[in-house]
Structure formats: C-alpha cells, structure tokens
C-alpha cells in the first residue's frame, strides 16, 4: 500500500474517531445536564418508583427546572441541607408547575409542596394541573442548626402521583416584627358534612351563632386595645364559608378535630393573597 493511500485512511480513521468522541461528549454532557442535581439528595419512600431529572424544555427561566415524575403513588423529594441560626424565622420560597398530581388519598395536605425533611412542616400543596406559580414555607429554626428543604411531590401525609417541576428555591432570613397592629382572620364554616365510621355527620352554624361569633370578635378587638392600654390593635375579617367541612383529623388521646389539612383547600385562597399574623377557624362539631 502506497504511502498516500496509507495517510488518506489515517486520516480517514483521525475524522471518524473525532466524530465518535464528539458523539459521545454530545450525550455525556446531555445526561449530566439532566442528572447534574447540584448538592440535592433524592429520596423516595418506595424505591424507584419515581423519576428525577434536570428537565431543560419545561422550565421557568433559564435555568434547567428539577422534575419528580411518579407514574405510581409514591412520597419523593429532592432535598439539600442547609445552614441556619438558632430561633430565627425563614422563608423558602419556589416556583411550581404540576401535571396530573393528585394524592393516593383524599388530602389537601399531599402533593407538590416545599418541604422539611423530617418534619411536617410544609407549604400548601399544589394538586391538579397548574402552570408556574409560587409557593412559600415560613418556619423558625428553634435549636436547629441545619435544615434539608426541599420540593416534595407526596408528603408527611401521604403519596401522591402525577409530574411536578421545581425552581427558583430561595431562602431569606426573617427579621423580628416589632408591629403592633395584628390582622386576624375568622373563617366560620356555616356546614360540617363529614362520615364518621360510616356514620353520615351533618350539622349546622345558625344566624345566632354567627352573631354571637361576631359580637366576641367585637370583644376581643376591644380587649386587645384597652388591655395594652392601646399600645395594641386587633384587626379582623370574618369569612363565612358556604363550603362544608367535609372530614375531621383523629388523634388516640383526643379524638376527633380540626387540621389544618382538613381546611386548607378552603380557605388557601384568601390567606395566601392577604398577610394575616393568626387564623381563627369557628366550626360545629357536636349538636
């Protein structure tokens, strides 16, 4: 073989091989970008059930949005630890966008959600399917001194199916509030429609009671301002909910009551566009 013949197939075999190492590269780089987590933990509660990924079509900036994918009921989490002050006041706050989530069973509490690892502390949970929007969990450290925050599609409560995406997590050190003038919301749910060991439970707020309800509100906000020799003010709404109580939460030493997953999908809608420092929840359990 000729010598030219021997350089045309050398260089013929340098052409392919480059091709084949930019191939390679090309899908190396696109698997990193889909499994590159930074310093996220994933974490299932059934093993391998569920999907995680750096999702780079489906995203809300530029930025690659972090996916759970569960085709099957399942409690999945990405989650990282992170540093904080003892008895401080944080918040996390994450852009979400879900398709097909619902719980395994029914909860307002399960779903795509920020979530403490280890604990029940939690945002509202997004169920549905929904485009962006913004969630946000406020805690207090207490005497920790690290925190795993994460997205969570599932919960404390329960599982949950369907694709969520996640992005934009921020965490911002609260400031303590020295304001005086405390908003107060009251929700009075007028119906209790729950089933209780198979037993249908239906009771009802009447008109005397909602006034007696509003006459103490009256009460109070004038207590809080003449106890603190006006030093503080009580403001609050009243809201009064067409929308029945529809289950109960049970405890082995005290019975039936009030959660606030057995109220949130009620009421999220007007607290998370109102900034309102307590919640009062006036409800009928026993006629």
């Not at 569920?50 to 995203?59: L, P, T, V």
């Not at 009447?206 to 006006?230: A, H, P, V």
């Amino acid at each position: 073989m000729s010598n030219k013949k021997k350089s045309l197939i050398g260089r013929i075999i340098y052409i392919i091989t480059v091709i084949i190492l930019c191939i390679l590269v090309y899908y190396a780089y696109q698997y990193y970008q889909r499994n590159n987590f930074n310093e996220f933990i994933r974490s299932e509660q059934n093993l391998y059930k569920s999907q995680f990924i750096r999702d780079k079509e489906i995203k809300y900036n530029e930025k690659a949005s972090y996916c759970i994918n569960s085709n099957e009921y399942n409690d999945a989490m990405f989650y990282e630890e992170i540093k904080v002050e003892k008895n401080k006041p944080y918040r996390v706050t994450c852009m979400v966008k879900t398709e097909n989530v619902e719980a395994k069973e029914e909860n307002s509490g399960v779903g795509a959600q920020i979530s403490i690892e280890g604990s029940t502390e939690r945002s509202v949970s997004v169920q549905g399917t929904s485009n962006w929007q913004k969630i946000e969990l406020i805690f207090n450290s207490k005497d920790r001194e690290t925190v795993n925050i994460g997205f969570r599609l599932g919960g404390n409560l329960g599982e949950a199916k369907g694709k969520a995406w996640f992005s934009d997590l921020t965490l911002e050190e609260g400031i303590s509030e020295n304001n005086n003038n405390w908003n107060f919301a009251c929700f009075i749910f007028k119906n209790t429609n729950v089933n209780i060991d198979n037993q249908q439970i239906n009771l009802e707020v009447t008109q005397n009671d909602i006034k007696d309800i509003k006459d103490t509100i009256s009460r109070f906000k004038n207590s809080c301002y003449t106890l603190s020799e006006g030093k503080m003010t009580a403001n609050c709404d009243i809201y009064e909910l067409d929308m029945p109580l529809s289950s109960l939460s049970y405890d082995e030493e005290f019975g039936y009551y009030v959660a606030p997953e057995d109220i949130e999908g009620q009421i999220k809608d007007v607290i998370s566009e109102s900034n309102y420092d307590h919640i009062f929840v006036v409800v009928r359990l026993r006629r």
